[in-house]
């Protein structure tokens, strides 16, 4: 079983339309928090990622923001945080969370969120890391997701053994549980089969 010294966190720097999702956020951070796992995401005070890092730092966490010159402004960058840290730009920001974390977590977003999602994923699959990833399914948000994937490994685009990459729980304890025990593939298992 894996321990996590931090878990970087992925998700919306909107406000969300659907109300359970804010209390969502919170609660993931702040269960972080109660179990010692530190906080890494995107160094914003709005949204989604606001909550996450309020639930940590009421729990008495560390949260460790990371944030692009061009979006301190926009999304308004914490100043209360364990630490921010500003970066010339998004490459560098996803680059340096993932250095500062050991698994990986989405929650609702868009198009960033998928896009950091779907890259750390690739970086599992080929162990440019060998760090789990996860979403946490609120409200099913995930579902047409899953489904996708499922469609794109039946057509032959993602390998059987890699369907599984990313672990879906609606409850956050148990998607903890699952990334700690998370078995990864390792790139000498297929990359030279035809």
Not at 85 to 112: Q, W
């Amino acid at each position: 079983m894996r321990v996590f010294g931090r878990v970087c966190v992925y998700c919306g720097s909107s406000e969300a339309a659907v109300p359970t999702y804010g209390p969502a956020a919170y609660g993931f951070g702040r269960l972080l928090a109660e179990r010692g796992i530190g906080v890494v995401y995107g160094g914003g005070s709005v949204g989604l990622m606001n909550q996450v890092a309020q639930g940590a730092l009421d729990a008495g966490g560390e949260v460790v923001g990371v944030i692009p010159e061009k979006l301190l402004a926009l999304e308004l960058g914490r100043s209360d945080l364990t630490r921010l840290e500003v970066v010339r730009g998004m490459h560098a920001r996803k680059h340096r969370m993932a250095e500062l974390s050991d698994a990986f977590v989405a929650l609702p977003g868009g198009y960033g969120t998928f896009e950091e999602l779907f890259e750390v994923t690739t970086w599992t699959q080929l162990e440019y890391h060998r760090k789990p990833v996860g979403v946490l399914n609120v409200e099913g948000f995930y579902d047409p997701l899953v489904t996708f994937l499922q469609r794109a490994a039946s057509d032959g685009f993602i390998r059987e053994m890699h369907v599984g990459l990313i672990s879906v729980e609606a409850d956050p304890e148990k998607l903890l549980e699952r990334l700690a025990a998370a078995e990864l593939p390792e790139v000498a298992q297929w990359i030279d089969s035809p």
